[in-house]
């Protein structure tokens, strides 16, 4: 009998955990998967959504324990927001969008003089065009990140003394309203004239550069008050922003052209 009754128990016990994992599942929702995949959910957009109204409150809650409890990290929102876009772009990738067609326009230069005395015709602008904007996309996130948390690190003229901690966390909170624009504008480019790329893209950087100055502006620097102090120094903040983001952009670009050549060659010599 205790045999019996011992057996029963356990598979009551079971019964119960499964009980207890179909229950939790059915509260598992779809802004759950999102979170999952991009880190977004809805506790993100609230925070992304504060950021454009009231970013000193966000700033704010940047200095405190786990973030108040209420909003989602700053690094968290801008790594799935360049997730996104990148994921996006991916389908700049097309040989017949315009941003390979100005890549392969770059190399198309190149056939005049080839180096290491290739022939012109071993040259396809198209491909190598490909190959340096897929290494681009996957590259620059990377190396962006890593700039940006040395940024974090370094730049401290926010005229309060903040730990390492929530410096990077800043340095990523001033980014996201310029992330959430470049994902929205991820798309509709891959359907942009050739003719326009260069001018629609120029524009997207200026409206970007604006947006991080006025999130750093309104609520990086709290402690500073309104006035020359503090827009000469959301002015710094955000060109050195600017200036690590570009940076990292060419490294990446400089990168995947070197790749594209190395592939090039090897082609040639095989």
């Not at 029963?8 to 509260?27: G, H, V």
């Not at 700039?147 to 996201?176: D, H, M, Q, S, T």
């Not at 990292?248 to 594209?260: L, R, S, W, Y």
Request: hydrophobic residues 50%; charged residues 15%; proline residues 4%.
């Amino acid at each position: 009998m205790v045999g019996i009754n011992s057996r029963m128990s356990k598979d009551e016990k079971l019964t119960q955990i499964i009980s207890e994992s179909q229950a939790s599942l059915k509260t598992v929702s779809f802004d759950e998967l999102l979170d999952d995949i991009f880190g977004l959910s809805a506790k993100s957009l609230k925070s992304i959504f504060l950021l454009f109204k009231r970013p000193a409150e966000y700033f704010k809650a940047a200095k405190a324990p786990f973030w108040e409890n209420r909003l989602s990290p700053s690094f968290r929102i801008y790594l799935g927001l360049t997730a996104l876009t990148t994921a996006m772009r991916f389908l700049y990738r097309d040989e017949n969008s315009p941003m390979v067609k100005l890549y392969a326009s770059q190399f198309e230069l190149i056939k005049e003089n080839p180096p290491n005395g290739l022939d012109p015709n071993q040259i396809n602008s198209y491909e190598m065009a490909v190959t340096t904007l897929k290494w681009m996309l996957v590259l620059s996130p990377i190396i962006s990140t890593v700039f940006f948390c040395l940024l974090g690190l370094l730049y401290w003229g926010y005229g309060e003394k903040l730990n390492p901690v929530v410096r990077i966390r800043y340095v990523f909170a001033a980014l996201i309203p310029a992330s959430v624009i470049s994902a929205l504008s991820a798309f509709p480019m891959y359907f942009l004239p050739e003719s326009f790329t260069m001018g629609v893209s120029l524009m997207g950087l200026l409206l970007m550069f604006m947006l991080i100055w006025l999130t750093a502006y309104r609520g990086a620097f709290s402690a500073v008050d309104l006035g020359a102090g503090r827009i000469g120094r959301a002015t710094v903040l955000s060109i050195l922003i600017f200036v690590v983001m570009m940076a990292a952009t060419f490294i990446a670009i400089f990168a995947g052209a070197a790749i594209a050549f190395i592939e090039l060659l090897k082609d040639v010599k095989g």
